[in-house]
């Protein structure tokens, strides 16, 4: 399984030996969150065995579960966004975005 995110690269048979590394399923049964998904990562193929690879979410999409018998694995919060290193199409909207936001401010 490779991670759909346009230009990553990473997948279960190159990573699976790293650290943290998972495969996330897109979230199908949240119409928005799958929504915001599919625009960070540029993928519009079938959804059904798509993934998106842990590095394209920050620490605090998760939630760290203590046990005092055994570590546990991180969980994906339930609302997580992918928001590090999205296609390109995506990063030159959240650039445009910024500006946008920016030039709005000095008008303010």
Same mark, same amino acid.
């Given at each position: 399984? %490779?991670?759909?995110?346009? +230009? =990553?690269?990473?997948?279960?048979?190159?990573? @699976?030996?790293? $650290?943290?590394?998972? &495969?996330? +399923?897109?979230? $199908?049964?949240?119409?928005? $969150? =799958?929504?915001?998904?599919?625009?960070? /990562?540029?993928? *519009? +193929? %079938? &959804?059904? %065995?798509?993934?998106?690879? /842990?590095?394209?979410?920050?620490?605090?999409?998760?939630?760290?579960?203590?046990?005092?018998?055994? !570590?546990?694995? !991180?969980? &994906? &919060?339930?609302?997580?966004?992918?928001?590090?290193?999205? =296609? !390109? @199409?995506?990063?030159?909207?959240?650039? /445009?975005?910024?500006?946008?936001?920016? %030039? /709005?401010?000095?008008? *303010?």
């Amino acid at each position: 399984m %490779n991670c759909t995110v346009e +230009g =990553c690269g990473n997948s279960y048979r190159k990573c @699976r030996g790293r $650290v943290g590394f998972r &495969l996330h +399923g897109y979230p $199908v049964k949240r119409p928005e $969150v =799958c929504e915001q998904w599919k625009q960070f /990562s540029g993928w *519009s +193929g %079938n &959804l059904t %065995n798509a993934k998106i690879c /842990s590095h394209h979410f920050k620490p605090d999409d998760y939630f760290h579960q203590t046990s005092s018998t055994s !570590p546990q694995a !991180p969980v &994906l &919060l339930q609302d997580a966004v992918p928001s590090v290193g999205g =296609c !390109p @199409r995506w990063q030159q909207q959240q650039q /445009s975005n910024r500006a946008t936001s920016h %030039n /709005s401010d000095a008008f *303010s």
